[in-house]
């Protein structure tokens, strides 16, 4: 095809005239695409057009775009993405203008920018959106995450469709026939594109739904169902108002979605879903059709492949009539003078070949024929996998059916406990509650404790240090004994030195005086001789000369002797003086030592004193606390035993001796505080216990015996706090009284007593043996139920038949499972029991241990009546089952009943158990037995209810709509009827379940306690 050619026919679709696009023009660029396997012309030719300025301009461009997208060449989506950004900014230009052509410009632009995204995003998609659903589930790659995101893309493509549908509807006058007019035409002509695409995404929304609800649950897809829901209503009534416009009818046949949006949450309305189809009317054939048509061809022919001869049969001609039939065929004149032999030869020719084609015609025929057999085998074999898919989709249908009867009993089920749970929840809560205000005050005991701690350290560190300050002052003792003994030592070395040398000089002096004596009365007497005398007098002379000058030398030594003892004397000084500067030093210290550990005892007394008195203060606001729980409405619903009231009494009291002996040994030796402010604590958590846990008791008396226990209670936090309150002051603390408290709480544990249960006052004989006897009873009870069931079941076997007796052989081996899982639970029951008492937590023998926990006992004897007495109602409804007189729902509650009587035999076995013991193992082991035989129970029967009763068909289709109507009026007041009823039935089954509860208590010695104290 010519470019030129299609540019010309791009300026002719696309013009400033407002009438619709001619098919010829628009099917001419079509072919373009296809011949340039691209739009690079197409583009080339619009960009110089002016759509920016003129709304009718681009309303048509926009028209011929949608049909290139959809019918072009698979290329044209990749190349018109180059202009996605200047068709954004026109659609925001026009979309500016609020009637006319612009707004519905804009709308079509973001139409046309959403096609592209969603088939760049998605290429498996073709333009025209045609896919099997083979293609339509390899688009997703078997992903539920790629499935739930093209699911997401389809509604945003579908919602851009119904945008541009309801604007083109809103921009026309209805009221007259606009679609003859030619501007009329030139608005609804791009709608038959619309109505194209959306068919499409109609159908693989919902088959894509379809999927995601197999896979996904329901309440994941809520969003895309109410999105669903909203496209699908608009959707169905733009198709009704677009199939009454004369214009659509001739030509495109637009479907009708179904009355209702398909129910997703039911798979199989998957196979009731029927895919919408669009149908356009051929049109007739014109010159310009078939002009078009060989354009195509001449176009479309792969001129690679080499031209062969037109026909085969010219050869063949050429060979019977020569060579100039074929250069000149309309020359006979060479023909006629044709020899006799030669047609004979040309005859016999003739014959051979029309023998063949006969021989070669008979093989086809039979090869038809052939093919023909094995064609209809093929049929026969596809009509029987299309009746046998046919039986496996009814028996499909069958089995939805009854799992969809399942899913709403389940549904109910989901209820039921989704109420449990509600008010499993509030129970919860409230005892987080009061864990919550029992962390509370355990926080405060333990900072009490750690303040106490804290002290006890300080006294620690305080004792320490005076054991160093007189460690140190004993150092300096012994430093200065050694210090002026070796003072002494040094002034007694140095007086023997100085001695010593004085006598030693004096001694040479004296040596010396007397040699110079002798000297010179040798003189004297050797005068006589002058040669004598002379050599004498001269060694004499030479002697005295050297004596003088030794004398100099000990002169000398002598007075280096003096100036080293003035040394040391002077150093003896200095060191005598420093000695008793460190003396008088370490004086000091141990004064200011003795001072410092006069003033940490001091201090350390009114520590001991602040600590008491922080945990009185801290006990006093323990015991408001309370006391002010006592009006909290709150702790209305709060209720306690009497048992474990007295049990709180008694460790008060034996508290209360307890911080006697505290008092007075810290009145005898204040170091003993600690004991008297663990004393106080205890005794505060204690009292406050008691205060607490006797209003909750006085919830479960009478009236009178409430409001006495109330005023005890009261007058025990008043002495409490009267007694803390002479406890803060140091004067009154030798002097507090705390008789009024012993006896408040004597009288509060007498109401006690009084209040206990009269099954408490059962002999030790007495009750253990009724241990046993309650235990040994309900086995009996589980056997005979047993050997009754299965002589209902001999009975019925030899009575019914058919779907009767299946459901009466069905519902009693259920039963008799149950009894099986029942006796299973009551022996590991006992196994359990007698572990209990052998590992040592009772008495030595079970009846000790029974009557010592006494209430626990009653709880095991109360439920083993329950589980006799359950298995032989169930045995009884069974029996009126089987016979045909009974309720199938009575022996659903009997069930019940068994199963949450098992479950407070199961909690009244293992409360005193070892978690780690064996028989628990088996307990829970049996009692999950016993939980599943009875919903097998439940299942079996209600298999069997719903095989017995017969199902009506509600046939309307010969009433009247006023006759409907009636029947509706009278269902409404059969439903209302039914309600009140319902509602009446509740109220007398709570008031029933007051009346049992009231029982029970009578049954724990309640009531006889209301008449002893009446």
Known sequence: MDLSKMAVSINKAINTQEVAVKEKHARTCILGTHHEKGAHTFWAAVNRLPLSSNAVL??????????????????????SMRNKADLSDMSRMWGHLSEGYGKLCSIYLKLL???????????????????????????????VNNFFQLTVEMFDYLECELNLFLGVFSSLDMSRSVSVTAAGQCRLAPLIQVILDSSHLYDYTVKLLFKLHSCLPADTLQGHRDRFQEQ???????????????????????????ENPPNFLRASALSEHISPVVVIPAESSSPETEHMVDLVTEDLVDTDIPVQPATVVEPRFDDL?????????????????????????????????????????????????????????????????????????????????????????????????????????????????????????????TELVQSHADLLRKNAEVTRQMTVARAAQDEVDSVRREMQEKVKAAQEAAERREQEQVEQLQRELISSRVELDTLKSTMASSQQSSEELSSQLSTVESEKVELAGSLLKKEEELAGLGEELERVQSSLASER?????????????????????????????????????????????????????LDDPAHISCTSSADYLASRCQASLDCMDRLHSARDSYLADNTGVSELVRAVTHLAHLVGDTIVQGSATSHMVPVEQADALSDSVKACGAEALAL????????????????????????????????????????????????????????AAVESAAARIEDMLNKSRAVDTGVKMEVNERILASCTDLMQAIKELVLSSKDLQRDIVDSGRGAASMKEFYVKNSRWTEGLISASKAVGWGATVMV???????????????????????????????????????KDNANLGRLKLASKGVTQATAGVVASTKSGKSQIEEKDTMDFSSMTLTQIKRQEMDSQVSVLELETKLQKERERLGELRKKHYELAGVAEGWGEEDEGTG
């Not at 028209?63 to 072009?72: I, N, P």
Request: proline share 2%; net charge negative.
């Open 724 to 779: 803390l309150g002479q406890m803060k002051e140091q004067e009154s603390l030798a002097t507090a009284d705390s008789a009024t408290l012993r006896a408040a709480l004597e009288g509060i544990l007498a109401t006690a007593e009084k209040l206990r249960p009269r099954g408490l006052e059962l002999q030790q004989g007495e009750l253990g043996d009724l241990v046993e006897q309650e235990m040994a009873a309900t086995s």
């Open 232 to 258: 699908f209503k608009k959707l169905k009534s733009l198709f009704y108002r677009s199939s009454n416009l004369q214009y659509f009818k001739r030509l495109i046949q637009i479907p009708q979605l179904p």
């Open 577 to 629: 003086e420093s000695g008793v500067k460190t003396a008088e030093a370490l004086q000091n210290q141990l004064n200011e030592k003795e001072s410092r550990e006069q003033a940490l005892e001091s201090q350390l007394v009114a520590a001991r004193w602040s600590t008491l008195q922080g945990a009185v203060e801290e006990a006093e606001r323990i015991v408001q606390d309370s006391l002010a729980q």
């Open 113 to 143: 920018i959403t096609k592209m995204e969603f088939h760049v995003k998605n290429p498996r998609f073709p333009g025209n959106l045609q896919m099997s659903n083979r293609q339509l589930d390899e688009a997703g790659e078997n992903d």
């Open 58 to 79: 681009c309303w048509k461009f926009c028209h011929v775009f949608h049909k290139l997208l959809r019918d072009g060449h698979p290329n044209v989506i990749k190349d």
């Open 876 to 914: 009884d409804a069974a029996d009126l089952v089987v016979q045909g007189k009974g309720k199938y729902e009575e022996l659903m509650v009997c069930s019940h009943e068994i199963a949450a009587s098992t479950a407070q035999l199961v909690a009244a076995s293992k409360v005193k158990a070892d």
């Open 321 to 445: 009539f020569g060579t100039s039939a074929a250069t000149d065929p309309f020359n006979f004149n060479n023909q006629n003078g044709m020899r006799k032999d030669d047609k004979d030869r040309l005859i016999e020719q003739l014959t051979r070949e029309i023998q063949a084609l006969r021989e070669e015609l008979e093989s086809f025929r039979l090869e038809s024929g052939r093919l023909c057999q094995a064609l209809r085998g093929r049929v026969n074999e596809l009509e029987a996998e299309l009746a046998e898919q046919s039986h496996l989709r009814m028996q499909a249908l069958g089995e939805s059916e009854f799992l969809r009867a399942e899913l709403d009993d389940l549904r109910r089920v989901k209820e039921d406990t989704e109420k449990e749970q509600r008010s499993l929840t509030e129970i919860e809560r409230k005892a987080v509650a009061n864990e919550q205000r029992y962390v509370k005050l355990k926080e405060k005991y």
